[in-house]
């Protein structure tokens, strides 16, 4: 008798252990087991990072001990790291059914919230962004980054047909509309890096889900030649200030080293100072003597820069980068629309503060007042991005869920 695929079970006992393995598989424990532990670390690991160098931020060298206006800096940031992590794990047991279901009520709830940002906000870094509710202040941006993604893979998900067509050219204009509404909203406060976030996953999303490429190389023309006209009507003064010294810095061109470059001339001296090996943890001059602007929250990768040099913003730079690869592997593989384009949606916006921020630093972009993602200093953007991790763990270990569209075709 041939023992070929033999398991040591009756049939009925391996039914049994086989409801049993898919019951487990499905439960809490299950899914926790399922995680990508080691992408879930490398997560923490580099949220530490930035704990790490908001404690470097606050170090007073005279004294040898935080400086008393920034101590609470880093507890802030790991507080809220901690609380963010509990809150990506519960997220990541979602299913995504939920997920689709919780995203237009997300989105109206977010659009009501930056429509009261343009009567009742709160000044923050020169522009009405912040409501305060309490002893808390939220910033509506931050939370309308993955709430837009999910109204707009929801959409998508109940209008892309099933026979393998590609959807008609009205779907993606409504989709267009739904984007658009909440960047308008954002780029009013006015909160352009935001914005352009929005704008660039959104658009990702729409061209993802089987636009023509007719459609996407003219919108690509419009907006070359719409560049001279968006400077000059559409930008804000201190805006076209930003963008003309960026110009200056490639070209070559004289800038005034105390006006809008000089957060940029500060950075390169603390990145050219780090060298290869960096001057050591604590040791940052330029960190310590506080001559980067806004260095705890937009600056933030010149303390790294200074104190760990080339290597290791290299190794931060490439931590981030496996993040980013892993995260659309599991949006490519995803069996539902609304798993794929959510997951691309939110590793797009992670990706884009990521990409945007390291070159505003290095100035090669121009600065427009953009966090780097889990490093820099900020409640509501910090969990923001802890959320949007926790959706496309979801996405992972969800991967096979499928969802039923419910649109007309």
């Not at 809490?28 to 087991?33: D, R, V």
């Not at 532990?37 to 690991?45: C, N, P, Q, R, S």
Request: aromatic share 12%; net charge neutral.
């Amino acid at each position: 008798m041939s023992r070929e695929g033999y398991t040591g079970y009756t049939r009925g006992e391996a039914r049994t252990a086989t409801a049993g393995s898919l019951q487990f598989s499905s439960s809490p424990l299950g899914k926790i087991a399922r995680l990508p532990w080691g992408v879930i670390l490398t997560i923490f690991a580099l949220g530490l990072v930035g704990t790490a160098m908001l404690f470097s931020v606050s170090w007073d060298p005279v004294t040898q001990a935080p400086s008393p206006k920034e101590a609470d800096l880093w507890r802030d940031h790991l507080t809220r790291l901690c609380i963010g992590f509990g809150l990506m794990i519960g997220l990541a047991l979602l299913p995504l059914g939920i997920w689709e279901r919780l995203a237009w009520p997300a989105y109206g709830v977010v659009i009501v919230l930056l429509v009261l940002v343009d009567f009742f906000g709160v000044m923050g870094g020169g522009a009405a962004r912040w409501l305060k509710l309490g002893p808390i202040g939220l910033q509506p941006s931050e939370p309308a980054k993955l709430a837009v993604i999910m109204a707009l893979a929801s959409y998508y998900q109940r209008m892309i047909p099933t026979n393998g067509q590609p959807p008609a050219l009205w779907v993606h204009g409504i989709a267009l509309i739904i984007l658009l509404i909440p960047a308008g909203l954002v780029f009013k406060q006015p909160n352009l890096s935001t914005a352009l976030a929005l704008a660039s996953a959104g658009g990702l999303i729409i061209f993802f889900s089987g636009i023509a490429m007719r459609y996407v190389l003219g919108v690509i023309v419009i907006g070359i030649a719409s560049v001279p006209a968006i400077y000059a009507f559409v930008l804000e003064p201190y805006q076209r200030a930003r963008v003309d010294t960026l110009i200056a810095g490639i070209t070559g061109e004289t800038t005034n080293g105390l006006g809008e470059s000089y957060q940029i001339e500060q950075a390169k001296i603390a990145i050219g100072a780090g060298g290869l090996n960096g001057r050591g943890y604590l040791q940052g001059i330029q960190s310590q003597q506080e001559y980067v602007p806004e260095q705890h929250t937009d600056f933030i990768l010149t303390v790294i820069a200074e104190e760990f040099g080339f290597l290791g913003s290299v190794a931060v730079l490439a931590a981030f980068a496996f993040l980013f690869f892993w995260a659309f592997r599991v949006a490519a593989r995803n069996k539902s629309w609304f798993g794929r384009l959510a997951a691309l949606g939110a590793t797009s916006i992670i990706a884009f503060f990521a990409i945007f921020n390291a070159g505003m630093v290095l100035g090669l972009l121009p600065v427009l007042g953009m966090p780097f993602p889990l490093i820099s200093y900020g409640g509501t953007a910090l969990i923001t991005v802890m959320a949007s991790f926790g959706l496309i763990l979801s996405a992972y270990v969800h991967q096979d869920e499928k969802l039923t569209g419910r649109g007309p075709y």
